[in-house]
């Protein structure tokens, strides 16, 4: 079964709107962490923001939020203000286990953004 | 602080050939992963090392693919033969035991492997 679902392949955005990316989960762990990464098209992966299975607030990191629902298990990631420079490519991930473990990342297909000018 | 240094960035070679990929991982991160990522997926991950030891390999097709992490600094990953479904970027990244729950991974640029 996917762990990391994200059903959005691609998704169109006009620049300065708000914009939010689909991601769904499933673990039988009780402690774990979600990432979200941008991928330009250079390959670099570039974290945007983390949120913990404990956390009880939605986590922010500037223009980027998660609309974290565990009862839903769903991570969605919302982009304010959208800029050109946000065209890429975002992967939705996830780390079980221990808190605060260096476990490997799960990743989904990842949804690719064009923001339109 | 430097980031996570990969050579080459981009390969090509004939299959059954052999090939290896280099990573530097970010000064002090004790843990070190090699992620293959086939064009239109995600990461998946093929080895996670911890210092110089490993953690997971268990989705490392060990009859082509061997990696090493001497002195538990940089890495090499090495596929012999390679074969067409290989193509891939190879992405390392690494990570920082005590840096918060996050134990966020840094991505070094990736190698871009193309096997024909």
């Known amino acids: 079964a996917q762990k990391i679902t994200q059903t959005q392949p691609g998704m169109f955005v006009q620049e300065k709107e708000a914009v939010t990316l689909d991601c769904t989960y499933d673990t039988s762990d009780q402690s774990y962490g979600l990432f979200w990464y941008k991928q330009p098209s250079s390959g670099e992966m570039i974290f945007l923001i983390y949120?913990?299975?404990?956390?009880?607030q939605n986590a922010t990191e500037g223009r980027y939020s998660l609309n974290f629902q565990k009862a839903r298990k769903s991570a969605n990631l919302v982009i304010s203000a959208s800029q050109l420079g946000d065209s890429a490519m975002y992967f939705c991930?996830?780390?079980?286990?221990?808190?605060?473990?260096?476990?490997?990342?799960?990743f989904g297909s990842g949804t690719q953004l064009t923001v339109l000018p | 602080e430097a980031g996570v240094a990969q050579s080459p960035r981009y390969k090509i070679i004939e299959k059954r050939q052999s090939v290896a990929f280099w990573c530097n991982p970010i000064?002090?991160?004790?843990?070190l992963y090699w992620y293959q990522q086939i064009l239109g997926q995600g990461p998946k991950l093929l080895i996670q090392?911890?210092?110089?030891?490993?953690?997971?390999d268990s989705q490392l097709p060990k009859d082509r693919f061997s990696a090493e992490r001497l002195k538990g600094v940089d890495s090499t990953l090495k596929i012999q033969p390679a074969k067409l479904e290989d193509s891939a970027v190879y992405l390392c990244?690494?990570?920082?035991?005590?840096?918060?729950?996050?134990?966020?991974?840094?991505f070094g640029p990736g190698t871009r492997l193309t096997v024909t």
């Open positions: 090392f911890q210092n110089n030891g490993v953690v997971d």
């Open positions: 000064s002090g991160h004790a843990t």
């Open positions: 949120q913990g299975s404990y956390d009880e």
């Open positions: 991930a996830m780390r079980e286990g221990i808190r605060g473990s260096a476990r490997q990342l799960t």
């Open positions: 990244a690494s990570s920082f035991p005590g840096g918060g729950n996050t134990y966020e991974q840094y």
